[in-house]
């Protein structure tokens, strides 16, 4: 679905990148999750795959044509979700979307069906101007929807939702993804990353550090831990340990042996673990 | 299609911004200040400095000509010119003073400290000669204005002597028109409400939709970018039309070529509002473009002022894309070459032509900015 070869791109266009020599294949029908911290390139990534800046270096193909020859035609199979919303406010929810919807040649989705999907069925008539700033989020991530894209792209679809917006946002990525829509979904949040992509890219200062699906990289990098809680002189106490390391084994042994357990789990490596263990950086 | 939807949905947001109304608001205002403020007619008294250059007893005789004339009352007065006290005669008539210096150093000093045309007339080889003293800035048109007005006031002088056979002479009689201050006025009005207005509302709108981000939204649809310009075009043109109909109907009524004044109305504003829109391309915000748009505004202005001015027209001023504005609103409301109006108009839209293509690059190229 899209392909990108040695992608680089510099805003001042000199030889400081805001994406440097990246490259990377996006599959039909997969979630591919682009994750890095703040500034890393994620959203000048996407937008040149969505031809909003104009590719400088490099070769992009996105649903079977180069981007630099993209045609308006091509957009009718492609919805943009962005990082940040962008509607109009002085239009009503529901004359926002119906705008847009009018600006595609393919059939589109009903704006009130939209919008009771994202939970703004009730606030149809009313300006986006007033709605918070989730609720314009929601609104454009609603829009995105419109067209009924085959690719969809997604730039920090979550970020500023409360959980159990999040969460329904999160049902609706995987619903789409089950009607076989491809998605490139930017976040920096890990948690989505896991529960959502089949495959994810690490992204650090403009460089690609690893692609692969998450289940790998938790066999590949997460060691098992185990996290217990045992009863000391002053109370109980938390330690988690590996189980691969020598140090941590024996350690652990001690502890067993020395003190009443209250409670003993074994704890994968999160996604975020494995982040910083492999870009030496956190994410936010 | 697309282009409707634009077009409509254009519409109803410049109907729900301020911008619209203070373009309104500015028109209803001109339109109170012709028709209530300004007089329908010219009443301004023309002053004019002479000396007469000539033998003593010639002089005479052409005094006392004058002061037995019926409709010109003749006193002795003091003029003060640059500290000094220079006694002249007045001849006053209807709408004219005639003020007659007693040598040519007073009337140089007269003509310099009143900031009006002086003439000195005297004899050379038999023939009246006439030296014009003029301020330096005039246009060619007040130097003949002057010298046609010479002409028909004394009736002592001789049009076809006064005037070197190079010049052409035109008067406001010979072309059946005189101005009165209204129609003086509407051709400045229609231009500073369309025009200089309409770059500045257009860049409004622009910097409106970019701190929304919504050129990025449009630009990720099947709709082309040049759509998107073309409906804020349209949007601006179906306000100034509105608003300049709105200027010229109660003054004139029927008076004026109507299909003349839609087609470099509409010209025009496609023109100015593709300035508008290309000067906002380079900003982010109507801040940043400010100091621009306002040097524009300015500059685009200064036909206007030259207009407005009679004695101030440098000739660099024709240079400027916004005179054939002025100038055809003038023939269209006043004198009636439609002929200009027709050229001018053309002329806008080749050129806007030219300036949608870079909109379009200019758009296509900062879609994420
Ligand atoms: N319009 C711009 N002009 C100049 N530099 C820019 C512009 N947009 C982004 N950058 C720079 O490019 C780099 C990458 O930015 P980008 O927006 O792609 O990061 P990101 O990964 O999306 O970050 P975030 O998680 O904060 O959205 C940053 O260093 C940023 O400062
Ligand atoms: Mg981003």
Redesign the interface.
Known sequence: MISVENLKHSYKKNSTFAVNDISFDVKEGEIFGFLGPSGAGKSTTQ?IL?????LQHGKVEVAGSDVKKFK?????K?G?S?E????????SAKENLD??A?????KTRSSMELLELVGLGDKAKIRAGEFSKGMKHRL?FA?SLL?NPSLWFLDEPTTGLDPAIAADIKKIIRTENQRGVTVFLTTHNMQIADQLCDRVAFIVDGQIKLIDSPKNLKLQYGEKLVEVEYQTNDGSKKEIFSTIEAADKKRLIEVIDSSQIVTMHTKEATLEDIFIKVTGRGLS | MKFFYSYIKEMQLAAKSFYFYIELGMAVVLLIIVLFVVPKNFSKTQKQFLFIDLPAPMVQMMVAGMSSSPDLQAEDVVLKSKGQKLSVKLFQGKGKKLYLAESREDLISLAESQRQPGVVVSLADGQLVYDYYMQGYESQKVVNLIKAAHAQGGGFMDLKQAVAPQIEVKSLETEGVILSDRENLVPVFLFLNGCIMGMFIIASYIFLDKGEGIIKAYAITASHIWVYLASKIAVLQTTTLFTSLLLVIPVFGLKVNYLMLILILLASSLFISLIGLIVASFYQNILKAFGILFGLIILFMLPALAYMIPSWDPLWIRYLPTYPMVESFKEIVVRGDMLYVGLASLGYLGASILLFVFANFRYRKTLAV
């Open positions: 937008g969505t031809g909003l800046l104009q308006n035609k091509m957009y009718n492609i943009m962005f940040q919303s962008n509607v109009y406010s002085k239009l705008f847009y009018k600006l595609f040649d393919v454009t829009r067209n």
